[in-house]
């Protein structure tokens, strides 16, 4: 497996609609699946892949001057809990503090809310993202925003540019 950064705005459309395609417990609504592929194209963008074979991405949105989103991240099912998740997110984080971002966020589904979204926030609390805010209705009613974030430093850059992926 290797974490490789995609330029080409048509191949992360396509990787996003695979792997995105493939996790419809959460990314069902068609209308934000499209949203989401559609907006890859013009962002940093990593993908794991063995071989070939993409098996996940993520990928990162500016926010503000001095905040970047994880925007989306997907793994196909098969792969999950084998530590790809947290590579990805390592080499994104990397990039994010080498373009200088203070601040990391990612937005998702209240803890306790869904299962599937319940391991969704362990595995961001598990990456050192802490919670900031949560926005009851900002989806709607169903789907309550959790918003985490993690400062990031020039120590953390100093530390990234010594980890081999």
């Not at 695979?18 to 962002?43: H, K, M, Q, T, V």
């Not at 793994?75 to 390592?90: A, D, N, Q, Y």
Request: charge should be negative; hydrophobic fraction near 35%; charged fraction near 30%.
């Amino acid at each position: 497996m290797e974490i490789r950064q995609i330029e080409n705005h048509m191949e992360k459309q396509r990787i996003t609609r695979y792997i995105l395609e493939a996790l419809p417990e959460w990314f069902g609504i068609p209308e934000a699946r499209e949203e989401y592929i559609e907006d890859s194209a013009d962002r940093i963008y990593f993908c794991a892949a063995s071989g070939e074979e993409p098996i996940g991405f993520i990928y990162l949105k500016e926010t503000g001057r001095d905040t970047v989103e994880l925007a989306v991240m997907g793994i196909l099912k098969e792969h999950h809990r084998s530590g790809i998740g947290s590579k990805l997110f390592e080499r994104a984080k990397q990039a994010a503090c080498e373009k200088g971002y203070s601040f990391l966020q990612v937005k998702t589904v209240q803890m306790g809310k869904y299962e599937e979204y319940d391991i969704t926030n362990r595995f961001y609390l598990s990456l050192g993202f802490k919670e900031f805010e949560l926005f009851p209705t900002l989806w709607d009613e169903w789907n309550p925003c959790q918003i985490y974030v993690m400062a990031l430093s020039n120590d953390e850059l100093k530390a990234g540019s010594q980890v081999s992926l």
